[in-house]
């Protein structure tokens, strides 16, 4: 064989490799990395800027929640929920189990403020753990991520054990911090399968940190969620983590079930 038809063959070989399909792709996609990978790269940190005032509700808004009393609120058990109310926050006492609404939803807008404790204790998911659970199963994050390193599936704002948030825009401990749900309910069929996926968008102060995520399931540690069939509305949880995190403002807005499917 002649150097020329050889050159030829290699030429004609690394084009062929170089336009596979995927032959270009990253070795990992960013959902391919295993569940609580510490090897995973870290979201940018962001500056929100400083807390404000308590955001108040739009006039169409349910309020959950506003520093007062947990009326609207049971213990997971359905009793009478055990945090405690201070001057115009609740506070989570580690042990009493997480809380729930008494009422339950389906597609909705969900404004939370939170803050984690101000004295800071432990590191890593020992340090102000909380979280959002939606329908009582899909959790966003609450962490103090403020210079604490954990594994970024697992920081604030993360959809806890898959996705984590586009960014940490995370306050210092002590501080209120915000955020702005959007969630669209999962859709079954018949035989029990996802039709639909849950969807999520949500700004963590004011940031944006999941742009319509889909859960891949329903939040569980330490292994690959999956889904199981369930009710079109389940209440939302906050949770009992053991550390005393502090909400004031919880309001929703129930929106109309009409995303297309497929969306
Ligand atoms: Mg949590």
Do not use: K
């Not at 609580?36 to 807390?51: I, K, L």
């Not at 020992?126 to 979280?131: A, T």
């Not at 704002?157 to 749900?181: C, E, H, K, M």
């Not at 742009?211 to 069939?229: K, L, M």
């Amino acid at each position: 064989m002649s150097s020329r038809i050889l050159a030829t063959a290699f030429a004609l070989t690394l084009a062929l490799l170089l336009f596979l399909p995927g032959a270009c792709r990253p070795a990992q996609e960013p959902d391919e990395w295993p569940v609580h990978s510490m090897e995973r790269p870290r979201p940018p940190v962001v500056d929100p800027g400083p807390p404000g005032p308590p955001a108040p509700p739009p006039s169409d808004a349910i309020v959950l929640m506003d520093g007062s009393n947990l009326d609207e609120w049971l213990s997971q058990a359905g009793d009478e929920p055990g945090w405690r109310v201070g001057e115009g926050y609740v506070e989570v006492v580690g042990g009493t189990g997480s809380i729930r609404t008494r009422r339950e939803f389906g597609d909705i807008q969900l404004h939370v403020e939170w803050a984690a404790p101000a004295e800071v204790t432990g590191e890593g998911q020992n340090r102000g753990n909380s979280g959002v659970f939606l329908m009582g199963r899909y959790e966003v994050q609450i962490l103090d991520s403020w210079d604490n390193d954990t594994y970024p599936d697992g920081q604030s704002a993360a959809l806890y054990g898959q996705v984590p948030p586009l960014v940490n825009a995370s306050r210092p401990p002590g501080a209120w911090q915000t955020f702005d749900i959007v969630f669209r309910r999962p859709h079954f069929g018949e035989d029990g399968r996802v039709i639909r996926p849950a969807r999520i968008t949500v700004f963590h102060n004011g940031v944006l940190v999941h742009d319509n995520v889909a859960f891949t399931g329903i939040t569980v540690h330490g292994r690959e969620a999956e889904y199981r069939p369930h009710e079109d509305r389940g209440p939302i949880l906050l949770q009992d983590h053991g550390d005393p995190l502090r909400f004031r403002t919880v309001w929703v807005r129930e929106l109309t079930d009409s995303s297309p499917p497929g969306r």
